[in-house]
C-alpha cells in the first residue's frame, strides 16, 4: 500500500464539491470525513441500517469513490454497526488529521 503523504492526507479531509456531497436518507448532507464522523455519532441506527446492510454500503462507495480513501471504505465495509462505523472514521480522521500537522 502506498505512503499516505501530507497532500493526500489534506486532500481525504477537504470537502467534497457539491455534486459529491452524501445525501443521507434523514435529509442532511455530508461533506468530509469530519461531517461523517458527526453523522455517524447522531444518526439512529435505522438510518445506518438504510445505508449499510446485506445489500449494500453506501458510506463505503462514498468513501471510496468520492473521498477516495480505500482504506477507510474497506474498514467502513466491515463494520456492521454504527458504533465500529464511529470507530473506523474516527480512527482514520485522527491519523490523516496528524499527517497534515493539526
Given at each position: 500500500?502506498?505512503?499516505?503523504?501530507?497532500?493526500?492526507?489534506?486532500?481525504?479531509?477537504?470537502?467534497?464539491?457539491?455534486?459529491?456531497?452524501?445525501?443521507?436518507?434523514?435529509?442532511?448532507?455530508?461533506?468530509?470525513?469530519?461531517?461523517?464522523?458527526?453523522?455517524?455519532?447522531?444518526?439512529?441506527?435505522?438510518?445506518?441500517?438504510?445505508?449499510?446492510?446485506?445489500?449494500?454500503?453506501?458510506?463505503?462507495?462514498?468513501?471510496?469513490?468520492?473521498?477516495?480513501?480505500?482504506?477507510?471504505?474497506a474498514d467502513l465495509k466491515?463494520?456492521?454497526?454504527?458504533?465500529?462505523?464511529?470507530?473506523?472514521?474516527?480512527?482514520?480522521?485522527?491519523?490523516?488529521?496528524?499527517?497534515?500537522?493539526?
Open positions: 500500500m502506498a505512503q499516505i503523504t501530507k497532500d493526500m492526507a489534506a486532500a481525504r479531509l477537504a470537502n467534497v464539491t457539491e455534486e459529491k456531497r452524501f445525501w443521507v436518507n434523514d435529509g442532511r448532507y455530508i461533506n468530509n470525513l469530519d461531517e461523517l464522523k458527526s453523522a455517524f455519532e447522531s444518526m439512529t441506527d435505522d438510518t445506518y441500517a438504510y445505508h449499510c446492510n446485506e445489500n449494500k454500503s453506501d458510506f463505503a462507495k462514498w468513501v471510496d469513490e468520492c473521498i477516495g480513501d480505500n482504506k477507510l471504505a466491515k463494520s456492521s454497526t454504527r458504533a465500529a462505523a464511529v470507530k473506523a472514521v474516527s480512527a482514520r480522521v485522527k491519523f490523516l488529521k496528524v499527517k497534515v500537522g493539526f
